[in-house]
């Protein structure tokens, strides 16, 4: 059997450029190379209204501009089904039973929600919702048979826990359900961009992103806002690369192309960093270079997003047809699993 590929992403603010390295341009690459039975990609609204449950509205707003991100970004819905979690009822019948499979101690040891908890200031006040978040994840992967799950790297527990269902599922009812895999973006650089400040994940609450709806200005303003090296105050002065962050977004961003047309007098990225590394290299020159590539990469998906949100309906409307398909797909995957089960009383196919 072909791959079936599936990701999502929580729709609780516009996409940034972390995004766009950790995931969203891995997406349009494995959705062109068209090396799967199928793919999908969900807005996972339900998921969101988790911790969102009080703010309908946030999540509601954030349909729309995630489904805009995602299509001005390349994904065509063509070529994958991009579909609205919570129109997909057949992912709550999954979760029902997946409940079932874990334990309150292993779902509070879960990595990934620990952290979050921690960062939303959850104690035993959680929601249950909350909590229990990867065995819902569990249900969306399983119910369309995903085996390859393109995610950043903070999801992989959440993945790990997945697999372990899958697996307690299988043991007690039979061979039925695919234990997926956690795929991460190929350039290690790119798996984890710090947000503008240099100290925190990019966070929309921290006003430390680069959203790929910015426009030109807004760019300029947060690439020359970076903090670089607090010890580099003359340009005379030897800089750290390490920890820098123009030079993390350099490392995520610059391909060698770049400086033969915004900075020829170096080849590469070693040589920038070498002559940064030994001193008589401003940090405007640097971040003159960083605008450079960060506008370049943008005005395209800009350009896109601008036209898309001229005709929301039709958005509305890709986001009604793939969750109908999709529906279908995970209405098949739900009548084997109560099969596998032995709850399918009806003999329903
Ligand atoms: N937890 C993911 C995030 O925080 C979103 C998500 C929900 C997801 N369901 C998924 C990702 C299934 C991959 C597969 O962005």
Do not use: W
Not at 18 to 38: A, I, P, T, W, Y
Not at 227 to 256: M, Q, R, W
Not at 293 to 307: N, S
């Amino acid at each position: 059997m072909g791959n079936i590929i599936l990701t999502g992403d929580r729709p609780t603010g516009k996409l940034h450029i972390g995004h766009f390295v950790g995931s969203l341009q891995n997406r349009v690459k494995m959705q062109n190379e068209g090396n799967f039975d199928k793919m999908y990609v969900m807005i996972a609204d339900s998921q969101a209204l988790t911790d969102n449950f009080n703010n309908v509205k946030k999540v509601q707003d954030n349909i729309i501009e995630v489904a805009l991100d995602y299509l001005s970004v390349g994904i065509d819905p063509n070529k994958v089904t991009l579909f609205l979690q919570s129109q997909v009822s057949e992912l709550t019948e999954f979760n029902f039973y997946y409940l079932n499979l874990v334990t309150l101690a292993r779902a509070k040891r879960n990595p990934t929600v620990k952290s979050e908890m921690k960062e939303k200031g959850y104690k035993d006040d959680v929601p249950l919702g909350f909590l229990c978040y990867p065995v819902s994840q569990t249900a969306d992967i399983t119910a369309f048979n995903a085996n390859i799950v393109p995610v950043g790297e903070d999801q992989l527990p959440v993945i790990e826990q997945a697999r372990e269902i899958v697996r307690t599922f299988n043991n007690l009812y039979g061979e039925t359900l695919i234990e997926p895999i956690g795929v991460l973006p190929d350039k290690s650089t790119c798996k984890r961009l710090p947000g503008t400040d240099g100290i925190h994940k990019m966070s929309k609450s921290l006003g430390n992103c680069i959203y790929l709806s910015d426009s030109e200005q807004d760019i300029k303003k947060k690439v020359f806002s970076m903090y670089t090296d607090e010890n580099h105050i003359k340009v005379s002065d030897p800089g750290k690369v390490e920890g820098n962050v123009v030079f993390s977004y350099l490392d995520a961003f610059c391909e060698d192309e770049h400086f033969k047309k915004y900075l020829p007098e170096y080849n590469n990225l070693d040589e920038l960093k070498a002559h940064y590394r030994k001193g008589g290299l401003g940090d405007v020159k640097i971040k003159n270079f960083l605008n450079s590539i960060l506008q370049e990469i943008l005005l395209p998906i800009r350009t896109k997003r601008q036209e898309l949100e001229k005709d929301k309906d039709k958005i509305m409307n890709i986001l009604y047809n793939g969750s109908k398909q999709a529906s279908l797909d995970a209405h098949k995957n739900l009548i084997r699993l109560k099969t596998a089960m032995g709850i399918n009383y009806f003999n329903e196919i």
